[in-house]
């Protein structure tokens, strides 16, 4: 499966600080091998039927949506900010 970002997930995705941008390269390479990775703490958010929330540490979230052949990853950044508007 191949990984579409969002316009807002790449703004995000700019705003952080290089070491968490390097946590999250880090953490795309175990999404991509097993999305269920226990690093990765990936559970659906509720109240949607296709999100999903995964974790990058304790403190910043990145949220994708699974489709046929793609994942869509929608926004990136601290778990509160992200969680307000997934």
């Given amino acids: 499966m191949r990984i579409v970002r969002t316009d ?3 703004k995000d995705y700019q705003q952080l600080s290089l070491q968490v941008q390097q946590m999250f390269d880090r953490k795309i390479g175990l999404f991509m091998e097993n ?3 226990p690093s990765l703490r990936v559970k659906k958010m509720q109240g949607y039927e296709n999100r999903w929330e995964a974790s990058i540490n304790m403190f910043y979230r990145f949220t994708f949506e699974i489709h046929n ?3 869509l990853f929608r926004r990136i ?3 509160d900010d992200v969680l307000k508007n997934p």
């Fill in 77 to 79: 950044g601290p778990h």
């Fill in 8 to 10: 807002s997930f790449k």
């Fill in 69 to 71: 052949d793609y994942y």
């Fill in 35 to 37: 999305r269920n990775h």
